[in-house]
Nanobody, 123 residues
Framework: QLQFVESGGGLVQPGGSLRLSCAAS????????IGWFRQAPGKEREGVSC????????YYADSVKGRFTISRDNAKNTVYLQMNGLKPEDTAVYYC????????????????WGQGTQVTVSS
């Protein structure tokens, strides 16, 4: 059974950091692009970042460029999202998702999803 387990969310003060993890089981991440999405209350799910399987190319939403870093450890079958300089507007449930091949811009294009992890940025 294909499954993601996300972890690393929590409550952090503005300017703080968190590292989210997305561990896959039941399949290997080698052939999938992995995206991170987030959804705040009352808002649509939005793409945050993505890492391609073939060459490790990365993509970021403008709102997180320079603050967030996506990476993958294929040996651990895990993708990470390092989030620095967190702002209150980063508060959301964060999801990882997989799609075969290359990164896609739309959430509906992803086939497999984790359960989400809450990130709250507040003083």
């Amino acid at each position: 059974q294909l499954q993601f387990v996300e972890s690393g969310g929590g409550l952090v003060q503005p300017g703080g950091s968190l590292r989210l993890s997305c561990a896959a089981s039941g399949f290997t991440l080698d052939y999938y692009a992995i995206g991170w999405f987030r959804q705040a209350p009352g808002k649509e799910r939005e793409g945050v970042s993505c890492i391609r399987s073939s060459d490790g190319s990365t993509y970021y939403a403008d709102s997180v460029k320079g603050r967030f870093t996506i990476s993958r450890d294929n040996a651990k079958n895990t993708v990470y999202l390092q989030m620095n300089g967190l702002k209150p507007e980063d508060t959301a449930v964060y999801y990882c998702a997989a799609v075969s091949g290359t990164c896609r811009p739309r959430s509906y294009e992803y086939d497999y999803w984790g359960q989400g992890t809450q990130v709250t940025v507040s003083s």
